[in-house]
Antibody, heavy 121, light 108 residues
Framework: QLQLQESGPGLVKPSETLSLTCTFS??????????WGWIRQPPGKGLEWIGS???????YYNPSLKSRVTISADTSKNQFSLKLSSVTAADTAVYYC?????????????WGQGTLVTVSS | EIVLTQSPGTLSLSPGERATLSCRAS???????LAWYQQKPGQAPRLLIY???SRATGIPDRFSGSGSGTDFTLTISRLEPEDFAVFYC?????????FGQGTKVEIK
């Protein structure tokens, strides 16, 4: 059974880079033809797809965040990572990793439990 | 990008009642690629429905999805106490995939 878990700093200063890692079990990032993705949810608000990575290493980003986002994968560790640069208070959110199905923007299942990242000095 | 509008914003119902949630898209959703999720406080969203009407693994049959084109519906036939939550729709017919703003189903 595929399980995902986010990790990373809970507090990031404005203008710095947010970095998170998703570690998963029950699959191998280098096989299975899977996509892997990141979604975020500001407190009390809705969900926003950030981007996805394919097992080949191809990446896909939401145009609204594309200039600031980098998603990468570590095939040796069953992990994939998110970097979001030049953060502001508007980037404060719960960040989820999840597996998109059927395409890089497909439906998401399963999800990690999420990690709250606050942008504040 | 496709904008999804969910209604109503809040639905106040009693256990045992029927819940009908709407999700309307700003343009036609390709191949009816629409999903529904349930989110309880402090938890990640849980997939309920994909492909507009296919239930995800382990989802009770009191949850059903329907619709096509721009109008989609999630129906909960008889509300159980554990069903009260926020529900989101998501379209994945075109990139970027987008989510609705959510409908809260609360206990009346």
């Amino acid at each position: 059974q595929l399980q995902l878990q986010e990790s990373g700093p809970g507090l990031v200063k404005p203008s710095e880079t947010l970095s998170l890692t998703c570690t998963f079990s029950g699959a191998s990032i280098g096989s299975n033809s899977y996509y892997w993705g990141w979604i975020r949810q500001p407190p009390g608000k809705g969900l926003e797809w950030i981007g996805s990575i394919y097992y080949t290493g191809s990446t896909y980003y939401n145009p609204s965040l594309k200039s600031r986002v980098t998603i990468s994968a570590d095939t040796s560790k069953n992990q994939f990572s998110l970097k979001l640069s030049s953060v502001t208070a508007a980037d404060t959110a719960v960040y989820y990793c999840a597996r998109p199905k059927s395409s890089w923007y497909g439906w998401f299942d399963p999800w990690g439990q999420g990690t709250l990242v606050t942008v504040s000095s | 990008e496709i904008v999804l509008t969910q209604s109503p914003g809040t639905l106040s119902l009693s256990p045992g009642e029927r819940a009908t949630l709407s999700c309307r898209a700003s343009q036609s959703v390709s191949s009816n690629y629409l999903a529904w999720y349930q989110q309880k406080p402090g938890q990640a969203p849980r997939l309920l429905i994909y492909g507009a009407s296919s239930r995800a693994t382990g989802i009770p049959d009191r949850f059903s999805g329907s619709g096509s084109g721009t109008d989609f519906t999630l129906t909960i036939s008889r509300l159980e106490p554990e069903d009260f939550a926020v529900f989101y729709c998501q379209q994945y017919g075109s990139s970027p995939g987008t989510f609705g703003q959510g409908t809260k189903v609360e206990i009346k």
